[in-house]
Nanobody
Framework: QVQLVESGGGLVQAGGSHRLSCAAS????????MGWYRQAPGKQRELVAD??????PNYGDSVKGRFTISRDTLTTVDLQMNSLKLEDTAVYYC??????????WGKGTLVTVSS
């Protein structure tokens, strides 16, 4: 069974840094895009960042210059979050797309930024 498993959620102070990790199961070369979305209370899910299998990144406007996505292996994706703001508080979901078009989501991990 294909799974995306997130780790690293928690409580962080504004201005601080935090790191999320996600690991995917399945055949490693099939994950062409992996990334992160987030959903804050009362808001729609939005793209945080994603990266292609070769590591080319794409960032949402609200996190550019503060967050960095990395794919150190073909089945993992990390999100380094710096200069965190209160509005970064959300449930963060790992996302993966395979070369056959199938899309998968993790269960989500809560990041709470406090003042």
């Amino acid at each position: 069974q294909v799974q995306l498993v997130e780790s690293g959620g928690g409580l962080v102070q504004a201005g601080g840094s935090h790191r999320l990790s996600c690991a995917a199961s399945g055949i490693i070369f099939r994950w062409i895009i992996m990334g992160w979305y987030r959903q804050a209370p009362g808001k729609q899910r939005e793209l945080v960042a994603d990266a292609t299998r070769s590591g080319v990144p794409n960032y949402g406007d609200s996190v550019k210059g503060r967050f960095t996505i990395s794919r150190d292996t073909l089945t993992t994706v990390d999100l380094q979050m710096n200069s965190l703001k209160l509005e970064d508080t959300a449930v963060y979901y790992c996302y993966g797309k395979r070369d056959d078009g199938a899309e998968y989501w993790g269960k989500g991990t809560l990041v709470t930024v406090s003042s």
